[in-house]
């Protein structure tokens, strides 16, 4: 992630009008837009942040991206979570360097990445999906971004049906039914792990928080969370025009230890 950008790095390109491309750089490689043609060997060796030419002239700034502008740039199985939510999610469910998260399911990977870079080296995510065809994307975006050697394991499984790991730190959810996961999550957490679900409709999130009421799990609460960007140009200093209304609600809950 330092020093010049080498072959087979991403790298963000962002033209006058703010449009972003990403490349991987190799060392024949070519990038061809209407407005010329940019040869990935005049990015090799160089210092992120440069700005260089197309064949036709055109501008273009080069930097590595982040986590954030890779998610919104990789290929898509399934829809990502976006930046907005993955950052509460870490804050909410509090992920720690070192923890053991289950995450389901596990889509394009989007929130894999994001629990990877928090847990470090020595936590560990296993992935549970139940399409290969997805489970096979997610690991590539996964790689692509962080690299080989992760502590990283993807299952091709349903959660439904059962969690085999015991004394997890969290269970991390992205799926349509995670009432059907209570059960499963009470056997697999440790006292006082966490839960956390996205869910994309109020009808969802209402059976689910009937089912936690039900369960060991407490301290249950859920939010969503509204992110407004802001136009700042000289005097016009305002609120951007659009903004993304809504994308899901979190919910998350404690497993709670009964008196004997
Ligand atoms: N959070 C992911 C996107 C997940 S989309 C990201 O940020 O990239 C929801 C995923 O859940 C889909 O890939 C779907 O195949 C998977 N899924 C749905 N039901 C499941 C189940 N019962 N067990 C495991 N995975 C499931």
């Given at each position: 992630m330092r020093g010049p950008l080498t072959i087979g790095e991403h790298v963000l390109l962002v033209d006058r009008k703010r449009?972003?491309?990403?490349?991987r750089l190799a060392a024949d490689g070519e990038f061809h837009t209407h407005a010329g043609v940019l040869a990935h060997s005049l990015l090799i060796g160089q210092d992120e942040g440069i700005t260089v030419r197309t064949t036709r002239g055109a501008a273009l700034l080069a930097t590595r991206p982040t986590l954030s502008?890779?998610?919104?740039?990789?290929p898509r199985g399934a829809q990502v979570i976006y930046?907005?939510?993955?950052?509460?999610?870490?804050?909410?469910?509090?992920?720690f360097p070192g923890a053991r998260i289950l995450e389901s399911g596990v889509g394009s990977g989007a929130l894999t990445m994001t629990l990877l870079r928090a847990i470090g080296p020595t936590g560990h995510v296993t992935g549970y999906e139940i399409r290969d065809d997805f489970a096979?994307?997610?690991?590539?975006?996964?790689?692509?971004?962080?690299?080989?050697?992760?502590?990283?394991t993807i299952e091709v499984r349903d959660i439904y049906a059962g969690i085999e790991l015991r004394d997890l730190d969290r269970v991390v959810l992205d799926l349509p039914e995670p009432w059907q996961v209570v059960a499963h999550a009470e056997q697999a957490l440790r006292p006082g792990g966490?839960?956390?679900?996205?869910?994309?409709?109020?009808?969802?999130v209402s059976t689910l928080r009937q089912r936690l009421a039900e369960s060991?799990?407490?301290?249950?609460?859920?939010?969503?969370?509204?992110?407004?960007?802001?136009?700042?140009?000289?005097q016009s200093v305002r609120p951007d025009h659009r903004m993304v209304a809504h994308t899901g609600f979190l919910t998350v809950a404690r497993l709670l230890t009964p008196n004997e």
């Open positions: 449009r972003r491309h990403m490349i502008e890779y998610i919104l740039e990789m930046p907005k939510d993955l950052g509460p999610i870490l804050m909410l469910a509090d992920i096979d994307r997610a690991r590539r975006n996964v790689e692509a971004f962080l690299g080989p050697d992760l502590p990283l966490i839960m956390i679900s996205y869910l994309p409709t109020i009808l969802q060991a799990f407490g301290m249950a609460e859920t939010l969503e969370v509204l992110h407004r960007g802001w136009n700042v140009d000289g």
